[in-house]
């Protein structure tokens, strides 16, 4: 079982629509959680970071940890084109300065 | 603004021939990590300076050598690069204590090819 699992979709919506993108994680020992953005054939870019459990909301994104379950969540609200992308879930706290990575869910927004 | 360069943004190399990406840092962060992406997966971490501490991941290829001359830069090295590491190569920086734990802000990548 990987650590962090992540589907990979992709997973396409019309524009305007509200998108959930999910992780599971296999280790309690987790603390630390973000949501990074890949557009194409370039660098993750850091989108939202919480530490623990609870929701963070940011413009049209909120992240939510669900520890007890060992699920985490990204929301789009308002979904636009520009939104199409790779997320990517990143989790740390369990060794180290290392980010454990699920591998992606491709998203396509379509106006 | 602040931010994590890496150069080239492309590289072609044929099989066998050394290849050195680079990166540099304006964050003035500590920490410098190398990530392999291949299409479609996870970013998968090769080695990372802890100032100058350098920190190999157990499952890296002896192929793969890196040097920090300073905070500023990091530079991969692969020695004879294989078909098999044509990849998306991604450089990232990291503030550790001070910063937020475990948050990491990453460069464009570089593309590597290899004919």
């Known amino acids: 079982q990987k650590e962090v699992e992540q589907d990979p979709g992709p997973l396409s919506v019309p524009e305007g629509a509200i998108v959930s993108l999910n992780c599971t994680y296999s280790n309690s020992a987790f603390q630390y959680f973000m949501w990074y953005r890949q557009y194409s054939r370039k660098g993750p870019e850091l989108l939202m970071y919480?530490?623990?459990?609870g929701n963070k909301e940011d413009g049209r994104f909120t992240a939510q940890v669900d520890k007890s379950s060992k699920y985490i969540s990204l929301f789009i609200r308002d979904s636009q084109p520009s939104d199409s992308a790779t997320y990517l879930c990143?989790?740390?706290?369990?060794?180290?300065?290392?980010?454990?990575f699920g591998g992606g869910t491709r998203l396509m927004v379509k106006p | 603004d602040a931010m994590v360069i890496q150069n080239p943004r492309y590289q072609v190399t044929q099989f066998g021939k050394p290849v050195t990406l680079s990166c540099s840092q304006t964050?003035?962060?500590?920490?410098m990590y190398w990530y392999q992406q291949k299409s479609s997966q996870a970013p998968k971490l090769l080695f990372h300076y802890y100032d100058k501490d350098f920190n190999n991941e157990a499952d890296t290829p002896d192929n793969f050598q890196s040097r920090r001359p300073n905070t500023s830069f990091c530079f991969l090295d692969i020695r004879s690069p294989g078909l098999g590491d044509a990849a998306m190569y991604l450089c990232a920086t990291s503030r550790v204590p001070t910063g937020r734990p475990y948050e990491q802000y990453f460069g464009p990548g570089t593309r590597l090819t290899v004919t």
């Open positions: 919480t530490y623990s459990s």
């Open positions: 990143a989790i740390g706290g369990n060794a180290g300065n290392m980010l454990t």
């Open positions: 964050l003035n962060h500590n920490v």
